[in-house]
T-cell receptor
């Protein structure tokens, strides 16, 4: 079974703090994704990585950065947390497209509260 | 651009009722289509998928058929259970889009005993 793990299920941080959310997958997937999920707004893509050290902005990258130094690990960084970044953060991974098996595998999510 | 439109929720059904959640899509090319389910407090998990026209995906009593002519991928189940209460997301992926998916907004299903 593919497993995607996220470092924390719940996190509370203060405004202005630098926040690191870690995601690890164990299936050698090329693609990794960070989403945020908010009521009424569905899933929104923050950043996407298709290979080690490669990244691409998603729909809402402002206020976030990412790091992918190893294939299995994809980190989301909030440079200076703000209250409007309070949300559920979901990490996912997938094989590269064209394999016929490019569904995404999601972690359990990190519920981040910024006070 | 690509888009996925899902039937608005929330949907409330009695146990053993028939379920349909509509999903239509717009895509430049030939997408793979997916239904994901999210149970309370968890991440999304794949429910079923179809990779080409007329394919039927099925899992746990749920089914959806890839209809290219109507650009649809409606989710159905003949008899829902309380344990099916969750949020359901329709999604598409295109090979030309590097594996990024476009998701619908999600439909919340509540099944009452």
């Amino acid at each position: 079974d593919v497993k995607v793990t996220q470092s924390s299920r719940y996190l509370v941080k203060r405004t202005g703090e630098k926040v690191f959310l870690e995601c690890v997958q164990d299936m050698d997937h090329e693609n990794m994704f960070w989403y945020r999920q908010d009521p009424g707004l569905g899933l929104r893509l923050i950043y996407f990585s298709y290979d080690v050290k490669m990244k691409e902005k998603g729909d809402i990258p402002e206020g976030y950065s990412v790091s992918r130094e190893k294939k299995e690990r994809f980190s989301l960084i909030l440079e200076s947390a703000s209250t409007n970044q309070t949300s559920m953060y979901l990490c996912a991974s997938s094989l590269y497209p064209g394999t016929g098996n490019d569904e995404q595998y999601f972690g359990p999510g990190t519920r981040l509260t910024v006070t | 651009g690509n888009s996925v439109t899902q039937m608005e929720g929330p949907v409330t059904l009695s146990e053993e009722a028939f379920l349909t959640i509509n999903c239509t899509y717009t895509a430049t090319g030939y997408p793979s289509l997916f239904w994901y389910v999210q149970y309370p407090g968890e991440g999304l998990q794949l429910l079923l998928k179809a990779t080409k026209a007329d394919d039927k995906g099925s899992n746990k009593g749920f089914e959806a058929t890839y209809r290219k002519e109507t650009t649809s991928f409606h989710l159905e189940k003949g008899s829902v259970q309380v344990s099916d209460s969750a949020v359901y997301f329709c999604a598409l992926t295109l090979n030309t889009n590097a594996g990024k998916s476009t998701f619908g907004d999600g439909t919340t299903l509540t099944v009452k005993p």
